[in-house]
């Protein structure tokens, strides 16, 4: 079964750091887009972050720039988000996704598999 399984949430404070992991099976990743989109209540998904595999060249959006970092772990087929400098305004369910090839922008519906998303609460 093709599937990906987010860990790492939680609640923090503003300030605080967190790790997310998301482990992908069924499938390899070595040749995927692979990234991360969040979703606050009433907002639609919005892209964080995304990784090409085969280079490792990474993406941000302007939002989270310099405070969050993805990163692939071919070996162990996993990608994880490392965000430092969490703020309140960073809670949200956070997804990742995988595609197949290369896709420069965080663009939804480029990504076909999609995880079931992990809590991050950030309070003041």
């Not at 993406?59 to 970092?69: M, N, P, W």
């Not at 703020?87 to 922008?105: H, I, L, N, R």
Request: net charge neutral; with cysteine.
């Amino acid at each position: 079964e093709v599937q990906l399984v987010e860990s790492g949430g939680g609640s923090v404070q503003a300030g605080g750091s967190l790790r997310l992991a998301c482990a992908a099976s069924g499938f390899a990743t070595s040749r995927n887009s692979l990234a991360w989109f969040r979703q606050a209540p009433g907002n639609g998904r919005e892209g964080v972050a995304r990784i090409w595999t085969v280079t490792g060249i990474s993406f941000y959006s302007d939002s989270v720039k310099g405070r969050f970092t993805i990163s692939h772990d071919i070996a162990k087929n996993t990608a994880y988000l490392q965000m430092n400098g969490l703020k309140p305004e960073d809670t949200a369910m956070y997804f990742c996704a995988a595609a197949e090839g290369s896709f420069p922008f965080l663009n939804p519906s480029d990504y076909a598999i999609w995880g079931q998303g992990t809590q991050v609460t950030v309070s003041s």
